[in-house]
């Protein structure tokens, strides 16, 4: 069975880098998807979806080198093939933290939505996706309602701030 984000079977160790790697897709993506919306013309949707796509593309790429450069620096040896299964099912999931403003630049190339506003809304889905992983990677944590909720807040106030400072610099 394979190993996923939430799944109990995955261990502290592997759901911790799950997180991390979704955490870090999630901020590149919130960086494109401003930077995106931030210039004096909006792209198009399929320019959008390119650079969205390309820049995670690269980040989960480095952070998978970094991963295998990491390991057989501190071990002495390749990483092994079920080490590699593991390190690229934590980059693909960590992908999936794109599909929800990738659905929204879809629905803009389909002139249900102007781009403007899919750039929009997928910076806030963005938002809303760090609470989200938060809570997955925290719930079996026996921190208690009250804690998760203030750890899952910060994370999306991050998120927030990210979104100020990105367009203060824009501006």
Do not use: C
Not at 145 to 161: D, E, P, Q, S
Request: hydrophobic letters at 65%.
């Amino acid at each position: 069975m394979q190993k996923e984000f939430n799944d109990s079977a995955a261990t502290a160790d592997e759901r911790a880098a799950m997180l991390k790697e979704r955490v870090y897709v999630t901020f590149t993506a919130l960086a494109v998807m401003i930077a995106a919306g931030s210039h004096g013309s909006a792209p198009t949707a399929g320019g959008a979806a390119l650079s969205l796509v390309v820049t995670v593309a690269a980040v989960l790429m480095a952070g998978l080198v970094a991963d295998v450069i990491a390991h057989s620096a501190i071990h002495a040896a390749l990483v092994t093939r079920a080490e590699l299964k593991h390190l690229l099912k934590v980059v693909w999931g960590a992908a999936g933290a794109v599909f929800g403003p990738l659905a929204l630049l879809g629905l803009s190339a389909l002139n249900v939505l102007e781009v403007p506003l899919a750039l929009h809304l997928g910076q806030w889905w963005l938002v809303a996706a760090l609470a989200f992983f938060a809570f997955l990677a925290m719930r079996r944590m026996r921190l208690g309602l009250w804690r998760t909720a203030v750890l899952m807040l910060l994370l999306a106030a991050v998120g927030v701030v990210v979104i100020l400072l990105q367009l203060l610099a824009h501006s």
